[in-house]
């Protein structure tokens, strides 16, 4: 078969995108000596004259042949308008991308070497559909929300093998949890925690997480939240002590307990009525497929996450909450909601004797 005039590697995370674009073309470059021979083109565009003026690099880098002759190796890299964005809805971005598909069109693989990295890019466009056809293509990372999870756990694992460690499967979905997904977080965490072994290989557990990872995101406290539903009161009180002590509010932290226990809430209720079931690997997908159906016309729209609908969630995640879940049973988790609630009263009397009150709260709750 005759070789692709070009090579597309498209995602919508940034970060995974251009690792990849990069090792790509790392290999595509390692025999090229001459350095004009080499060309990346930068595809970042914020307005439809910038689209036009990397249109016109890239016809330029493409070609021109390099100095002292040879082949060429040239990467456009960064392109952001294939996006579903105003500037990639504008008729003037979309003839430049037809003019952009003329130029791969064109490419002759034996002369040049043409790498293509976009992020984030709308496959529901026929430019993405044009370059899986007639080019090599590549998607890095999950192609939508339902896939993140799993895509999320393979970067981890990925770059734990890099560093030469392993991570402990709680380690993991705290860690996640605590970058909110975001992969250059999770992979610069990775590295740390490695080093934080001493680089002789070794195993990431949870408490290396709880401890040395902090929490991105506003109003995510997942150190407390993941001790609370552990039903670990030591832990709890220490997490909520450096939860404190960093100067963080009680009611960002209410709000993330009260969120995870309404799909405690939901899953126990589900599980006690025996339409949803827990194994080793986590929820039963079509078990849950069926009760979500079951169930649509109480909830209504499944496609838009929502705390208040279980059906909206990841259900790696759920699983992982689910099994949680079977240590409560539902009235438990209702009087903790009662609790939630009576914390937050409590620091709206007691402002400045907040962690007083939230440690009172887990004595009640986990002392027992």
Same mark, same amino acid.
């Given at each position: 078969?005759?070789?692709?005039?070009?090579?597309?590697?498209?995602?919508?995370? $940034? +970060?995974?995108?251009?690792? %990849?674009?990069?090792?790509?073309?790392?290999?595509?470059?390692?025999?090229?000596?001459?350095?004009?021979?080499?060309?990346? #083109? $930068?595809?970042?565009?914020?307005?439809?004259?910038?689209?036009?003026? #990397?249109?016109?690099?890239?016809?330029?880098?493409?070609?021109?042949? *390099?100095?002292?002759?040879?082949?060429? =190796? #040239?990467?456009?890299?960064? #392109?952001?308008?294939?996006?579903?964005?105003?500037?990639?809805?504008? !008729?003037?971005?979309?003839?430049?991308?037809?003019?952009? &598909? !003329?130029?791969?069109?064109?490419?002759? *693989?034996?002369?040049?070497?043409?790498?293509?990295?976009?992020?984030?890019?709308?496959?529901?466009?026929?430019? *993405? &559909?044009?370059?899986?056809?007639?080019?090599? @293509?590549?998607?890095?990372?999950? =192609?939508?929300?339902?896939?993140?999870?799993? =895509?999320?756990?393979?970067?981890?694992?990925?770059?734990?093998?890099?560093?030469?460690?392993?991570?402990?499967?709680?380690?993991?979905?705290?860690?996640?949890?605590?970058?909110?997904?975001?992969?250059?977080?999770?992979?610069? !965490?990775?590295? &740390?925690?490695?080093?934080?072994?001493?680089?002789?290989?070794?195993?990431?557990?949870?408490?290396?997480?709880?401890? /040395?990872?902090?929490? +991105?995101?506003?109003?995510?406290?997942?150190?407390? %939240?993941?001790?609370? +539903?552990?039903?670990?009161?030591?832990?709890?009180?220490?997490?909520?002590?450096?939860?404190? +002590?960093?100067?963080?509010?009680?009611?960002?932290?209410?709000?993330? /307990?009260?969120?995870?226990?309404?799909?405690?809430?939901?899953?126990?209720?589900?599980?006690?009525?025996? !339409?949803?079931?827990?194994?080793?690997?986590?929820?039963?997908?079509?078990?849950?497929?069926?009760?979500?159906?079951?169930?649509?016309?109480? @909830?209504?729209?499944?496609?838009?996450?929502?705390?208040?609908?279980?059906?909206?969630?990841?259900?790696?995640?759920?699983? &992982?909450?689910?099994?949680?879940?079977?240590?409560?049973?539902?009235?438990?988790?209702?009087?903790?909601?009662?609790?939630?609630?009576? =914390?937050?009263?409590?620091?709206?009397?007691?402002?400045?004797?907040?962690?007083?009150?939230?440690?009172?709260?887990?004595?009640?709750?986990?002392?027992?």
């Amino acid at each position: 078969m005759a070789s692709r005039p070009f090579i597309f590697i498209g995602g919508n995370d $940034d +970060f995974l995108v251009g690792r %990849a674009g990069r090792e790509r073309f790392g290999e595509l470059t390692r025999e090229v000596e001459d350095e004009f021979g080499k060309e990346v #083109v $930068d595809g970042y565009a914020n307005r439809v004259d910038e689209v036009e003026n #990397v249109i016109v690099q890239f016809a330029q880098a493409v070609q021109t042949l *390099p100095m002292f002759g040879g082949k060429k =190796a #040239v990467w456009l890299k960064d #392109v952001c308008f294939l996006a579903d964005s105003v500037t990639g809805r504008a !008729e003037g971005t979309l003839k430049q991308v037809e003019r952009l &598909k !003329e130029l791969l069109q064109a490419v002759d *693989p034996a002369a040049v070497t043409v790498l293509v990295t976009a992020s984030p890019v709308d496959r529901r466009r026929t430019f *993405p &559909k044009w370059c899986e056809k007639n080019g090599e @293509f590549h998607w890095v990372g999950p =192609a939508g929300r339902k896939e993140e999870a799993r =895509a999320l756990e393979e970067v981890v694992r990925g770059e734990c093998a890099a560093c030469g460690v392993e991570i402990a499967p709680d380690a993991l979905a705290l860690l996640i949890g605590k970058v909110n997904g975001n992969t250059r977080l999770m992979v610069e !965490e990775v590295r &740390k925690l490695a080093t934080y072994l001493g680089g002789d290989g070794g195993r990431i557990e949870e408490k290396h997480v709880a401890e /040395l990872v902090p929490n +991105f995101g506003e109003g995510d406290f997942f150190e407390a %939240a993941e001790a609370f +539903f552990s039903r670990d009161l030591s832990w709890t009180l220490d997490a909520l002590r450096r939860h404190f +002590f960093a100067g963080n509010d009680a009611r960002g932290l209410i709000t993330t /307990l009260q969120n995870r226990n309404r799909l405690l809430i939901q899953l126990r209720t589900l599980m006690d009525a025996g !339409e949803i079931r827990v194994g080793y690997q986590g929820l039963d997908k079509a078990r849950f497929q069926r009760a979500a159906e079951a169930h649509r016309k109480a @909830f209504g729209d499944l496609d838009t996450k929502s705390g208040y609908n279980v059906f909206s969630q990841n259900l790696w995640y759920l699983g &992982k909450l689910a099994g949680g879940a079977e240590g409560f049973s539902l009235r438990r988790l209702i009087d903790f909601q009662t609790e939630f609630i009576r =914390a937050f009263q409590g620091i709206l009397d007691r402002p400045n004797e907040q962690e007083a009150v939230m440690r009172e709260m887990a004595i009640r709750c986990l002392g027992r």
